[in-house]
């Protein structure tokens, strides 16, 4: 059976619904409007006949698919926020059916043109349905568009208890683009064996290596005197975290200038005056000596500049943010095969590239839920020329229910 319309209708719902998150806030989940998305999911899977539907006081849609059949208990997440890097308020979904391979232009915004060559695996999707933003706001198909094939799918299964699966936990969570997306309670309140993210791109992504990730404050203080009378006396913090930045390495790692398996250093903020500043810095490598390195980096430089003027007092903070989930996952490789086989008897062909990030899977697994993340189509992703195909989407959805029945057998 075809999913198509299924997912579209639901994607352009989800999509409609802004649920930014904020990085800035202290709460959680960061922002209020998250839970107008999650209170209509938890509403819909009521309504399809889920069991235990429940929102957490930490913002998580949890829900049962009851078992058909034996097998290991396995659970689905996506999350519900949007990214805070571009505009997320106003949303427009449309949709271009039977795309025909040519430029998209926008509705909202005559300068912007979405085309295989500014986007080419577009050019791979002839035929397909299309969805997109009008020009002004990014999509959301990140993560909508996981929520819509997790709905999808659990739907179909409740609607079709022939289908032989396990129990099937569903959790949508908020605040992942800021890195907050999973909480202490959520692996226990899940209570699976394993789990997948549909937070992937590309048909076919089975993704199990995430970056290594440390966050970094360096905090300096200088000497704040009247600059009239502040001969031999004034230190000025502006001119040290200028001198701090300039000794990292720029010609080699940053952010613009490394690919593939080569992390970074990235400086993301910095604020304050000639008294006090601080700057905010992301540490990334695949590997944790090569994370090492990079804060050994960090911390050299910062006593070299502090060497230099004893007068000024500088610190830096490193915290760990994540883990590649690789260390974790090459010891039980089963939910990694399994998807990959489901993937095969598809006829899809499974694709592992590491991702240069981290997901809700990467802290889930360090914390004892392996969850590796799964394709679900979404590409050019934070951005205005986000978009998605339908039945990229309904791949996907495919992919779950293979997966679940596969596990049940095995
Ligand atoms: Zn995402």
Redesign the pocket.
């Known amino acids: 059976m075809s999913f198509d319309r299924n997912l579209e209708d639901r994607l352009v719902r989800y999509c409609a619904v802004d649920t930014q998150s904020d990085a800035d806030s202290a709460t959680a989940p960061s922002t209020e409007i998250q839970y107008d998305l999650l209170r209509m999911l938890q509403a819909e899977l009521t309504e399809m006949g889920a069991q235990d539907v429940t929102l957490t006081d930490y913002g998580v849609v949890l829900a049962t698919i009851p078992a058909t059949a034996e097998g290991p208990t396995i659970g689905f997440l996506?999350?519900v926020d949007t990214?805070p890097q571009y505009n997320a308020t106003g949303v427009k979904p449309r949709v271009i059916r039977g795309y025909n391979g040519g430029d998209i232009t926008y509705p909202d915004n005559a300068e912007l043109v979405l085309s295989p060559t500014n986007s080419p695996y577009l050019g791979t999707k002839q035929g397909h349905d299309i969805v997109t933003a009008s020009g002004l706001t990014l999509l959301g198909a990140?993560?909508k568009a996981?929520v819509a094939i997790i709905m999808s799918a659990a739907q179909h299964l409740l609607d079709n208890p022939e289908i032989p699966h396990g129990t099937i936990r569903i959790a949508f969570t908020p605040d992942?683009?800021i890195g907050r997306g999973v909480g202490p309670d959520l692996p226990k309140d899940l209570a699976c064996d394993f789990a997948y993210?549909f937070?992937g791109g590309e048909l076919g992504e089975i993704e199990y290596e995430s970056f290594s990730a440390d966050g970094a404050e360096v905090r300096i203080k200088g000497v704040s005197i009247h600059p009239g009378y502040a001969k031999g006396k004034m230190v000025n913090a502006i001119h040290l975290a200028a001198k701090i930045i300039d000794m990292l390495p720029q010609q080699t790692m940053v952010p613009e200038l490394t690919d593939d398996r080569d992390g970074f250093i990235h400086a993301t903020d910095m604020e304050g005056g000639s008294s006090d500043m601080r700057i905010k810095l992301i540490l990334r490598d695949f590997e944790l000596d090569g994370l090492e390195q990079k804060r050994d980096i960090l911390r050299k430089v910062c006593d070299a500049v502090q060497a230099g003027e004893p007068r000024a007092e500088i610190t830096c903070t490193i915290t760990p943010q994540y883990r590649n989930m690789r260390y974790w996952l090459e010891k039980d490789m089963t939910p990694v095969d399994l998807a990959r086989e489901a993937a095969e008897s598809l006829g899809i062909e499974p694709i592992s590239v590491p991702i240069r990030g981290g997901?809700d899977g990467s802290r889930l697994t360090e914390m004892g839920v392996p969850t590796p993340n799964l394709f679900t189509g979404?590409q050019m992703?934070h951005g205005p020329l986000e978009w998605v195909s339908v039945q990229d989407m309904a791949r996907a959805t495919d992919l779950f229910l293979a997966l679940v029945q596969r596990a049940a057998k095995a």
């Open positions: 996506a999350h990214a990140d993560d996981g992942e683009e993210t937070d997901t979404m992703i």
